[in-house]
């Protein structure tokens, strides 16, 4: 069974970095045929795509943060990870990790499973 | 951005009866190979979300056979036959044809 698990500072300061990490176990994220990708939730609000990172490491970022976001991976720990620069109060959201399968011409679907999610504050 | 739009914004639902939650794409989601690319996700309260239907109509694993996703190009529907209290939370459809996937504003069902 695949499992994925958000880690990282639950409170970061206005224009600082925000650092995630998503620990997978069950599956490599280096297996052909998914993305692994980062969704926010603002508070009592709806689901916002931030991007992903390919099997084969390649990037896709969604254009509202492209500026300031950065997915990277470590295939020897298999995990992937997130970063937001210059962060403000409008990032305090819930950040989650996700597996998505990626069809031929790099459709996304199937986002499953999920992270339970990380709670970022951003506050001085 | 695809536009997801999504209704009602609320459900009451009675136990054991259906419902069903209205989705409609500003742009079509059929791909030139026949598929729908529009998945449903249910957030239960204080849980992230989880996959219910993916490519309009077909149920991921796991999720009970009440569950149905039906409809074409903009305007899709998910189903439930006869509604149970774990159905309670948030209904998301998504969008996957275009970069980047977007979701719907969600349709919160809750037991009458």
């Known amino acids: 069974q695949v499992h994925l698990q958000e880690s990282g500072p639950g409170l970061v300061k206005p224009s600082q970095t925000l650092s995630l990490a998503c620990a997978v176990s069950g599956d490599s994220i280096t297996r052909a045929g998914y993305f692994w990708s980062w969704v926010r939730q603002h508070p009592g609000k709806g689901l916002e795509w931030l991007g992903y990172?390919?099997?084969?490491?390649?990037?896709s970022y969604n254009p509202s943060v492209k500026s300031r976001v950065t997915i990277s991976r470590d295939t020897s720990k298999n995990h992937f990870s997130l970063s937001v620069n210059s962060v403000t109060a409008a990032d305090t959201a819930t950040y989650y990790c996700?597996?998505?399968?990626?069809?031929?011409?790099?459709?996304?679907?199937?986002?499953?499973?999920w992270g339970p999610g990380r709670l970022v504050t951003v506050s001085s | 951005d695809i536009v997801m739009t999504q209704s009602p914004l609320s459900l009451p639902v009675t136990l054991g009866e259906p419902a069903s939650i209205a989705c409609r794409s500003s742009q079509s989601l059929l791909h030139t190979n026949g598929v729908n690319y529009l998945d449903w996700y249910l957030q239960r309260p204080g849980q992230s979300p989880q996959l219910l239907i993916y490519?309009?109509?077909n149920r991921a694993s796991g999720v009970p056979a009440r569950f149905s996703g039906s409809g074409s190009g903009t305007d899709f529907t998910l189903k439930i036959s006869r509604v149970e209290a774990e159905d309670v939370g948030v209904y998301y459809c998504m969008q996957g044809l275009h970069t980047p996937p977007t979701f719907g504003g969600g349709t919160k069902m809750e037991i009458k």
């Open positions: 990172i390919s099997y084969n490491g390649t990037t």
């Open positions: 490519l309009g109509s």
């Open positions: 996700a597996r998505v399968s990626r069809a031929i011409q790099n459709q996304q679907f199937q986002f499953d499973p």
